[in-house]
């Protein structure tokens, strides 16, 4: 069974801080996807990250994934009210033919002057 | 190119009712899949349909159902609703098995 894990789960910071999040999932994987959660919204698609390791960077956010190891991170750098919301990790299941997505829990993030 | 469209974006219904939610993929995609979102149980995956075969399940009871059209256009059902199925439901559309995954807005569905 496919599991992944973020934490921190909660994440205060002040604005101008860098942070980090991790995703760690139990199985191979073809993609693994960071989206943002604003409140009572959808998912907002952030970075699919294939299993080649590559590095994505969007304004404020970095993703790297660590194909050998289970593990992806996003980093934060120079936080902005703006970027609080809640981000999900997500895995598919490599080679596994379908399309299903299994979730971390999320972390919410919290971005204070 | 239009997104996933989901319909209704929100629903209040009464406990023992049923509801059906809609799900119109981006066009020329053929896997629908439908997760609920919960406080208490974080994002589920429901079930996945691609060619109007159900290809995958979750761990949801029969009271959940869904299926697809030959337009790949997805409903899902839920009958004899509880208080507990009130959730964010969430379609995704796949342009094939086994490739990127694009999320509609969702159906807020509250059970009074």
């Known amino acids: 069974e496919l599991k992944v894990e973020q934490n921190p789960l909660f994440l205060s910071m002040q604005e101008g801080k860098n942070y980090t999040i991790y995703c760690n999932y139990s199985t191979t994987s073809d993609r693994l996807y960071w989206y943002r959660q604003d409140p009572g919204k959808s998912l907002e698609s952030l970075f699919v990250l294939l299993s080649n390791g590559a590095v994505k960077q969007e304004g404020r956010l970095m993703a790297s994934r660590d194909t050998k190891a289970r593990l992806s991170t996003l980093h934060i750098t120079a936080a902005v009210h703006d970027l609080s919301a809640t981000y999900f990790c997500?895995?598919?299941?490599?080679?596994?033919?379908?399309?299903?997505?299994?979730f971390g829990k999320g972390t919410m993030l919290l971005v204070s002057p | 190119k239009a997104g996933v469209t989901q319909t209704p974006r929100y629903l209040i219904k009464t406990r023992g009712q049923q509801v059906t939610l809609s799900c119109s993929p981006i066009s020329g995609h053929r896997s629908v899949s439908w997760y609920q979102q919960t406080p208490g149980q974080g994002l589920q995956f429901l079930f996945e349909y691609f060619s109007e075969t159900q290809r995958n399940k979750g761990n949801f009871p029969g009271r959940f159902s869904g299926r697809q059209f030959s337009n790949s256009r997805s409903e899902m059902n839920v009958s004899t609703l509880e208080l507990g199925d009130s959730a964010l439901y969430l379609c995704?559309?796949?342009?094939?098995?086994?490739?990127?995954?694009?999320f509609g807005q969702g159906t807020r569905l509250t059970v009074v």
């Open positions: 997500a895995v598919d299941g490599a080679g596994s033919g379908y399309s299903t997505l299994t």
């Open positions: 995704a559309s796949s342009a094939d098995l086994n490739t990127e995954a694009f």
